[in-house]
């Protein structure tokens, strides 16, 4: 390498040797990854701050609207005033004399 | 990036993060930590490596040096301190060799550090330093000369040529 230009240092600092990565730590990073489902459990978006607003008064205003709508397509319940008619039975004459005044009909 | 890429990137790359971390931070449990998180992030966005811009080790150990700055950020260790910063002095006397190396490396401000570890361990080249550290050129070499001059003055006792090269013997 070009700028290894102390070579006498560069060997005194190849003394300190470090020892590799253990072997839990695959296991650790490889467990770490989320599969699709788990992000659809624990994932987030970022949303951009001016598309949130957007989205925000969106769903203001569709929910107004629906509101709205709900309001003015109904009419108003009348106040019923509760009433029974009852039904006309048309008169039937009486027979004067169907029995015989000793019968005990 | 398929399951079988991000295993053979961990495998083949594992060892060349966690040194790294290990180097810059000095605790193994925070270097498995930088790993981890390192690896995380490649596979959430495997789209981020370019292989025209550089290899997959060099862009690993870029981002292991975020998140080392990250951490050190958080635990309030880290200031923006100027490569020409002094360094702060180091009693090797009775340490082991490589202990005694470990220590003057790491008594070194972050931005010497960070390019020493990556030239002198990493074997990176200049090129892929100022990539990975987002400097130029010229700062790199600076950064790595004052690194070197500052480790050959505390190390001083342990080299057999005592600062002479960079004109600070006494």
């Known amino acids: ?105 | 990036m398929t399951d079988s890429d991000f295993r053979e990137s961990f495998r083949c790359h594992k060892d060349a993060v966690y040194r790294f971390a290990y180097r810059m931070i000095g605790s193994e449990a925070a270097a498995e930590d930088v790993v981890q998180d390192c690896f995380v992030a490649l596979w959430k966005n495997p789209g981020g490596y370019d292989p025209e811009r550089g290899a997959m080790r060099a862009y690993l150990l870029g981002i292991a040096r975020k998140l080392v700055l990250k951490r050190w950020k958080r635990e309030m260790r880290y200031r923006m301190e100027p490569s020409d910063a002094p360094v702060a002095p180091v009693d090797i006397v009775g340490m082991e060799r490589s202990e005694a190396i470990a220590a003057a490396v790491r008594a070194l401000p972050p931005l010497q550090r960070d390019a020493l570890v990556l030239a002198e361990y990493d074997e990176l080249s200049l090129e892929e330093i100022a990539r990975i550290t987002e400097a130029d050129l010229a700062a790199v070499k600076s950064r790595l000369h004052r690194a070197r001059q500052n480790l050959r003055r505390t190390l001083a006792p342990l080299l057999e040529t005592k600062g002479d090269l960079y004109g600070t013997s006494k």
């Open chain 1, 1 to 105: 390498m070009e700028h290894q230009n102390d070579p006498e240092l560069h060997e005194l600092l190849r003394e300190w040797t470090v020892p590799d990565a253990p072997a839990s730590l695959e296991a650790r990073v490889l467990r770490n990854r989320r599969s699709w489902w788990g992000v659809l459990i624990h994932g987030y978006i970022r949303v951009p701050v001016p598309v949130a607003c957007c989205l925000a008064a969106l769903i203001i205003l569709g929910a107004w609207r629906l509101a709205s709508l709900s309001v003015n397509g109904c009419a108003p319940a009348r106040a019923l005033t509760p009433s029974i008619a009852w039904p006309k039975i048309p008169a039937t004459p009486r027979a004067a004399t169907s029995c015989a005044p000793d019968s005990k009909c």
